[in-house]
């Protein structure tokens, strides 16, 4: 059944690739609509992680973070259909980096470099932006989907504007394949902790909780000794985004174990605390909190 949905899935992104930006945006409200209302999809998770992230939070106040929070995760959908499709110059111009300054200094010295961020706004569009905006030959980690028809059309459309997408499972072999060639290594690095993994986690203080984080961003770094630069992606309105980008560290080896990981919390946690609604807050992040 992998190839019959493959293709309905491919006729569905083509539909949906030709609708104006305002039809786009009024199926995003139904869908808003219909994950929130209708669906009520993983409404008490996220109600959970919002009063438990901001205790003291009042009902009026949830509520609309809440329908905030569900309009931004359905343009997202939204937005992730029509990257399948979306034009270059579309993209060059809906998606702008605002202060490319801060890599000039990397890019002069032909010195890769580790682009952080979180599942904040759209962080989708990114991976077909960079290469417009930047010279550096740019790789993004992704996790490879179930049917593989559609994982060879995702990684084909995504690559289209000169993105490399590589397997989350390969990261360690593209870092040592790469890392000499001038990249930009591109990586969410908030994803939630499998338990199994947690003994190898950096334990940070975040949005009034104390949970795992990844050790692979701070690890890639060290070993490679690459500097990271954090991508604060805000929405200036609806499909149009500004991305401002902040160096953590221009040298990883020295900071402490641990502290470079501490550094992208505190950064991310600051950008979310602006906007709460922009998070991924349906996504358990939570769950082993202690």
Do not use: C
């Amino acid at each position: 059944m992998e190839l019959p949905g493959a293709i309905l899935f491919i006729i569905a992104v083509l539909i949906i690739g030709l609708l104006p930006a305002t039809l786009l945006y009024g199926l995003s409200d139904l869908l808003k609509f219909t994950a929130l209302h209708i669906l009520r999809y993983r409404t008490d998770l996220v109600r959970k992680n919002l009063t438990g992230s901001f205790p003291g939070i009042t009902e009026n106040e949830l509520k609309r973070l809440i329908s905030l929070y569900y309009k931004n995760l359905a343009d997202n959908i939204i937005e992730g259909i029509w990257a399948f499709t979306i034009s270059k110059k579309q993209i060059k111009k809906r998606y702008r980096i605002t202060n490319p300054e801060v890599l000039e200094p990397f890019s002069l010295a032909g010195q890769s470099i580790i682009g952080v961020t979180g599942h904040y706004s759209n962080w989708e569009w990114g991976s077909l932006a960079a290469s417009l905006h930047t010279d550096f030959n740019v790789i993004a980690f992704y996790k490879q989907m179930n049917n593989k028809y559609i994982d060879k059309f995702a990684r084909w459309s995504r690559s289209r504007f000169g993105t490399t997408l590589v397997s989350i499972k390969d990261t360690s072999v593209s870092f040592e394949k790469y890392k000499d060639i001038k990249s930009l290594f591109l990586l969410a690095a908030d994803q939630g902790m499998p338990k199994h993994f947690s003994d190898r986690a950096f334990w940070i203080q975040f949005l009034n909780h104390n949970i795992p984080f990844l050790h692979g961003m701070e690890k890639h770094a060290r070993n490679n000794n690459l500097p990271v630069i954090y991508i604060d992606v805000q929405r200036e309105k609806r499909g149009w985004y500004t991305v401002e980008l902040t160096v953590l560290t221009a040298n990883p080896l020295e900071l402490e174990s641990g502290k470079l990981t501490e550094i992208y919390a505190r950064k991310l946690e600051s950008v979310i605390l602006k906007k709460p609604e922009n998070w991924l807050w349906s996504h358990n992040r939570f769950k082993l909190s202690r």
